[in-house]
């Protein structure tokens, strides 16, 4: 069990800054056995959208929100909605402009004056979610290799997510001027974020892969007549 302050402290740093390190989420083996999984399916490009699919990933997104210090900062009424792959080296290579993670994935369209911002990724419907449940949402990113400064992290502006949706533009400059941190990680660390956090990424540099499954945790029920499409 992990000291208390210890908890406290990555608590208050995830509320106040936005996101957090969780070090050795995964040991060695597990790492290995995620990554066995993700070879077997002989995905091809940067990477999917549509992981969550896949009964060893709902297991394995379980496992993560059971995890010391995981579970204490993942609500007991959130479950996983969503699971990316991404995988970025030289061949398969894109950087991040400045942004915000402001759409989710549903079942079906519902038409409704507070839902905008509708379009179609992989072949499944992607909303604009409303403020209120962007605030609840909470994406860890874990880490299947070792991420350096070569690798193009994920790089974050502390704090940023306590502005909300408002204007991204003045808000950017304004809080560009306090500087961004780089986020690296070891294999098996999971970074774990507001969605409302402004973070961008550049271009990976050096040799090695940057390999990465991206959770989205939320409420189980959604608003407007909206179901995620991998809960029932």
Known sequence: MLPTHTVHAKQAQFD???????????DAHETANVLEHLHGMNLGGAGSRHLLAHDWCKELAARLAAKPLLHELIPTTHAAVQCSYFRKSLDQ????????????????????????????????????APTDLLTELIAVRLHLDDCTHEDGPLRVIPGSH??????????????????????????????????????????A??????????????????????QWVYLP
């Open 16 to 26: 106040d800054q936005g996101f957090v390190l969780v070090d050795e989420v995964l």
């Open 93 to 128: 290579n894109w950087l991040v402009a400045w942004h915000r993670d402001l759409s989710i994935p549903v079942a079906a369209r519902v038409d409704h004056p507070e839902l905008r911002g509708w379009s179609e990724k992989e072949g499944a419907v992607f909303v604009q």
């Open 162 to 203: 306590s502005h909300g949706t408002i204007g991204q533009g003045p808000i950017l400059e304004q809080c560009k001027a306090t500087g961004s941190v780089s986020c690296t990680a070891k294999a098996g660390d999971a970074l774990v974020i507001h969605p409302l956090l402004l973070h961008a990424s550049s271009k």
């Open 205 to 226: 540099t050096g040799q090695s892969e940057r390999r990465v499954l991206h959770f989205l945790f939320g409420p189980t029920s959604l608003p407007f007549g909206l």
